[in-house]
């Protein structure tokens, strides 16, 4: 029982996290001036799907057991 407990939290926690760097990347193109410190635009959001990929094989892992 407290092993099914973590796991749902896990996967409560990754699928989160997709929707926020989801967020991120459409806030990010809708206004990218926006953020002073994002001088390498394309890396900016790279590093928002590289984010979204981990959560995503995480997820995967989850469900594989």
Known sequence: ??????????????????????????????????VADHINYTETVAKELEAIAHAQDMLEAINQI
């Open 1 to 34: 029982m407290p092993g099914s407990v973590i796991l749902n939290n896990l996967k409560t926690k990754y699928e989160n996290d997709i929707q926020i760097h989801k967020t991120n990347i459409k806030l990010f193109l809708a206004s990218p001036q926006g």
